[in-house]
């Protein structure tokens, strides 16, 4: 049996020059959307309250969940490039998504605090490409793929914070690709006590991307 598909958010407002700030929604976003448009029912299920999205890019994801949930949660997105964080707040209002606020910021500082057991949905399509050391760490279109050593410098950061932000119900979903070496994201976020599995998987021309799920044990 088919479903209609949920729509993709309205990101008409975008215009060429911003992608070339600001990272233009890829294979990679439209996996990590069609998994969380698969798991719609056990997501509504924990009632999300807060939603937090690292790497939030033109926002399309968190406004694509946020319409997709027919019911109300706060949608906290960061992104390191402040023209990320400018095009993804413009992308809710767009869509009429007026629960939410974009915060130029690395990973999730100055939200820690405030976020800390309460993040129902985590969400995170990271830089992950595999690409010199030096290559990372720009605020730019670069920190959209540069993830240094096997893609996981911004990833390896971002795992400490996960058992820390995930509410008792709270699902982790992260996007990678083989190089980056999943089954050791796993292991280390099992030594939390967080649970992972492959959601879903797709060759895209020379990527083999994959949306990890996370909960805690
Ligand atoms: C692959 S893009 C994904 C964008 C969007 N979520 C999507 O799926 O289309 C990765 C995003 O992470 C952001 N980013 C990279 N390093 C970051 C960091 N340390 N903290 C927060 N955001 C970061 C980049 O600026 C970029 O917008």
């Given at each position: 049996?088919?479903?209609?598909?949920?729509?993709?958010?309205?990101?008409?407002?975008?215009?060429?020059?911003?992608?070339?700030?600001?990272?233009?929604?890829?294979?990679?976003?439209?996996?990590?959307?069609?998994?969380?448009?698969?798991?719609?029912?056990?997501?509504?299920?924990?009632?999300?309250?807060?939603?937090?999205?690292?790497?939030?890019?033109?926002?399309?994801v968190?406004?694509?969940?946020?319409?997709?949930?027919?019911?109300?949660?706060?949608?906290?997105m960061t992104?390191?490039?402040?023209?990320?964080?400018?095009?993804?707040?413009n992308?809710?209002?767009?869509n009429?998504?007026?629960?939410?606020?974009?915060?130029?910021?690395?990973?999730t500082?100055?939200?820690?605090?405030?976020?800390?057991?309460?993040?129902?949905?985590?969400?995170?399509?990271?830089?992950?490409?595999?690409?010199?050391?030096?290559?990372?760490?720009?605020?730019?279109?670069?920190?959209s793929?540069?993830?240094?050593?096997?893609?996981?410098?911004?990833?390896?950061?971002?795992?400490?914070?996960?058992?820390?932000?995930?509410?008792?119900?709270?699902?982790?979903?992260?996007?990678?690709?083989?190089?980056?070496?999943?089954?050791?994201?796993?292991?280390?976020?099992?030594?939390?006590?967080?649970s992972g599995?492959?959601?879903?998987?797709?060759?895209?021309?020379?990527?083999?991307?994959?949306?990890?799920?996370?909960?805690?044990?």
């Amino acid at each position: 049996m088919f479903r209609d598909m949920h729509p993709t958010p309205n990101i008409s407002h975008i215009t060429r020059e911003d992608y070339n700030d600001v990272y233009e929604p890829s294979e990679d976003s439209f996996l990590l959307m069609d998994v969380l448009e698969n798991d719609v029912q056990a997501i509504t299920k924990i009632r999300p309250m807060i939603c937090l999205e690292v790497g939030s890019g033109t926002g399309v994801v968190s406004c694509f969940l946020a319409t997709l949930l027919q019911q109300p949660c706060m949608f906290w997105m960061t992104d390191i490039n402040t023209k990320a964080s400018q095009v993804s707040m413009n992308t809710m209002r767009q869509n009429k998504v007026y629960m939410t606020d974009a915060i130029t910021s690395d990973l999730t500082t100055g939200l820690m605090d405030r976020l800390q057991g309460k993040v129902d949905l985590l969400l995170c399509n990271p830089p992950y490409v595999p690409t010199p050391l030096q290559e990372v760490g720009s605020n730019g279109i670069a920190a959209s793929w540069a993830g240094g050593n096997n893609g996981r410098e911004v990833i390896d950061r971002l795992l400490p914070a996960v058992n820390k932000l995930l509410s008792p119900q709270g699902l982790f979903y992260l996007l990678c690709v083989k190089e980056n070496k999943p089954d050791e994201i796993m292991a280390t976020l099992q030594t939390d006590n967080i649970s992972g599995c492959v959601a879903m998987q797709r060759r895209a021309h020379n990527e083999f991307l994959m949306v990890l799920r996370f909960n805690h044990s």
